[in-house]
């Protein structure tokens, strides 16, 4: 059962990630004017925190060919809702080429809706990490294009990663994500991210997290949205003493977005 939840939960995450989650964001106030994603949210796929799989796997190695894994299980997401999921993955390993991953499989959702999920991906490396190049594509029962995410990634050992992601819509339009990751010399952690909408504009996010001795860490993120408005995210996860944790976020606001105005018309003479 546990060789089956990877697979599972990535059909299921590659779904529920497709297009950034601003939730908390939104819900300060910040987030007015980034759009898009729909499509990747539909049947329910928009739920984060898988909290259980229940599934089979079948695992087998063929030589020159590599490692197939198939998955047929169920997740259940935070709202009791259940996603039925099954695929296959093969890895294999070229000389030259690197590490080569492949999953397809199929995604249905509480509301009956079928997505057929098309994984690819290459990873090679760069001699003191590693680059990797991935591209996920999303159908729906009808056989159209829900989606497609893109994403390449570019990680130095000890020193931190850059990862750009593209998402393309069924209608062409198409959203950015630019992140970097760069570890600090106190052990901390700075990510910088811009995400760039279908209209061109832009929202970043910088955030610094420290990570505690005893267990959790602490985040602190600077948000300004494509309209201008700015404010603060601050989370910290604590470790409790009987082994779970505590998770703790606040969101202010710190300047409030301009006030669009109509110009009044000319006087008629």
């Known amino acids: 059962m546990r060789k089956a939840f990877p697979l599972g939960l990535a059909l299921v995450f590659v779904v529920a990630s ?20 729909a499509g990747f949210n539909r049947g329910g796929f928009g739920q984060r925190g898988i909290s259980n799989f229940n599934g089979t796997t079948t ?24 996603f039925d999921v099954n695929g296959t993955t093969t890895r294999s390993y070229t000389p030259g080429e690197g590490v080569n991953r492949t999953t397809t499989g199929t995604v249905t959702g509480p509301g009956g809706n079928t997505y057929d999920v098309n994984r690819s991906a290459n990873t090679t490396s ?24 893109t994403t390449t990634t570019d990680y130095t050992k000890g020193t931190g990663y850059t990862k750009d992601t593209t998402f393309t819509g069924p ?16 052990g901390s952690f700075t990510k910088d991210k811009t995400i760039t909408g279908p209209n061109g504009k832009t929202t ?8 505690n001795p005893e267990g959790g860490f602490t985040r602190d993120s600077s948000v300004t949205g494509p309209k201008g408005n700015s404010g603060t ?12 944790f505590t998770r703790s976020t606040t969101v202010t606001p710190t300047t409030p977005a301009p006030t669009e105005t109509t110009p009044a018309p000319s006087p008629t003479p």
């Open 18 to 37: 497709a297009y950034p989650s601003l939730a908390q964001f939104r819900r300060g106030g910040f987030g007015g004017g980034f759009r898009g994603g």
């Open 59 to 82: 695992r087998s190695y063929t030589p020159g060919e590599g490692i197939t894994r198939t998955t047929d299980g169920s997740a259940t997401g935070p709202r009791g809702n259940t």
């Open 171 to 186: 209608n062409g339009k198409t959203t950015t994500v630019d992140s970097s990751v760069t570890k600090n010399t106190d």
């Open 204 to 211: 970043t996010v910088d955030s610094t997290l420290t990570r």
């Open 126 to 149: 760069n001699g003191n990490g590693f680059d990797r190049t991935s591209t996920s594509t999303i159908t729906n029962s009808a056989g159209q294009n829900v989606g497609t995410k």
């Open 233 to 244: 995210i601050d989370t910290t996860v604590t470790k409790n003493p009987d082994g779970g």
